[in-house]
């Protein structure tokens, strides 16, 4: 009896070791092949989004399927090589106009601390003298061009993707080997493009009006890179709970920068606070409504991980992520707990009653 005991905590053990080293060697290729991984994750998402445009495009305009999937490439081509220029564009402005007020802003520090008393005073701009603002936003030009490249990618991935589209039912049912098994498996697969994809376009839709809420909020007290904080804000948005917070901060900072006055920079970060918690606390909620159901420290966890392995674009891709692995461990029995923990309230949504995953079966 005793041996049997240790040999069962030999393999329990054997399996941990085993667990450990496969989630490693899985960390390892994560972070080695980011670039390719997130290139391919966003154009997941293009093709799940362009679907369902390709679909109600052709029933409800009576447009040949071919005809509106050529259109939907052109178009996501198009658009991404648009983003990925304007990104380009006034990531160059903010850092030329940045380091233009560098000095003004640093001469009107002392200001804007003098009511922190003498030491906090002086420990702040030590502080921020040590910090190498010019060269942070240098590397942060370099690597915005990255997306250019990134971009091309992504356009290259989707138009496979397109071509092998009519295949995919197939693979499926001969890799599941069994029809109601591989039925299961596109149901599971419908689910997810359906809460992503509603998540998606209702985020990008108040993102937008977040975003232009901001860029007036800048042309109405003068000052100049409304159009790039506009832009900064939209992009920042789809990150949950500290996206806002960070816009915000950057807007506040910027207006500073930009004036060099403490009374413009109050009125832009109340305005902009105030924007950010109207529309996150009243719109995003109502319009969303029911759509994830997650729960708010997995999205936090969610966020700190992917943001550690693949950097600020894991954070955006956190959400969605977290949807389909919830979605697919609620149908799995063994990994059912893992669902329960991810829901809000301990009720793992499995997308069964998703009304349009009846057309991704069929």
């Not at 305009?61 to 509106?68: D, E, I, T, Y």
């Not at 799995?332 to 809000?344: C, D, F, H, N, Q």
């Amino acid at each position: 009896m005793e041996h049997s005991n240790e040999t069962v905590l030999r393999e329990r053990l054997q399996t941990g070791f085993l667990g450990l080293i496969a989630f490693s060697l899985l960390l390892f290729m994560l972070v080695q092949a980011r670039f390719i991984l997130i290139s391919l994750a966003i154009a997941i998402i293009l093709f799940s989004l362009t679907s369902d445009a390709i679909h109600a495009i052709s029933t409800r305009l009576k447009v040949a399927k071919w005809l509106a999937t050529t259109l939907a490439l052109i178009g996501i081509a198009l658009g991404l090589l648009w983003i990925s220029t304007t990104i380009l564009a006034q990531v160059n402005e903010i850092v030329f106009l940045a380091i233009t007020y560098a000095e003004q802003a640093q001469a009107a520090l002392p200001a804007l601390t003098e009511r922190l008393g003498p030491e906090a005073q002086e420990r702040i701009i030590t502080a921020l003298s040590n910090f190498n603002i010019t060269g942070w936003i240098r590397s942060l030009a370099s690597q915005a061009s990255g997306i250019l490249s990134g971009s091309v990618l992504v356009i290259l991935f989707v138009g496979f993707m397109f071509a092998e589209q009519v295949w995919f039912p197939i693979k499926i049912e001969r890799l599941a080997e069994d029809r109601e098994k591989a039925l299961q498996i596109r149901r599971i697969i419908a689910s997810i493009m359906h809460r992503v994809n509603r998540y998606l376009v209702v985020k990008t839709g108040v993102s937008a009006v977040t975003a232009g809420i901001v860029w007036l909020i800048f042309r109405t007290m003068g000052l100049e890179l409304a159009t790039a904080v506009a832009i900064l804000t939209f992009i920042l948005n789809f990150i949950p709970s500290v996206g806002s917070i960070v816009a915000t901060v950057i807007a506040a900072i910027l207006a500073f920068v930009l004036t060099g006055d403490t009374t413009p920079t109050m009125i832009v970060a109340f305005l902009c606070t105030a924007t950010q918690f109207v529309i996150g606390n009243v719109l995003d909620p109502m319009l969303l409504g029911q759509t994830l159901r997650l729960s708010s420290f997995g999205i936090i966890l969610s966020l700190a991980f992917w943001g550690a392995v693949w950097g600020v674009p894991g954070m955006f891709l956190a959400v969605p992520i977290m949807v389909a692995l919830m979605i697919i461990c609620a149908h799995i029995p063994w990994l059912r707990a893992v669902a329960v923990m991810l829901s809000r309230e301990g009720l793992p949504d499995d997308g069964s009653g998703d009304a349009d995953e009846d057309r991704l079966v069929a």
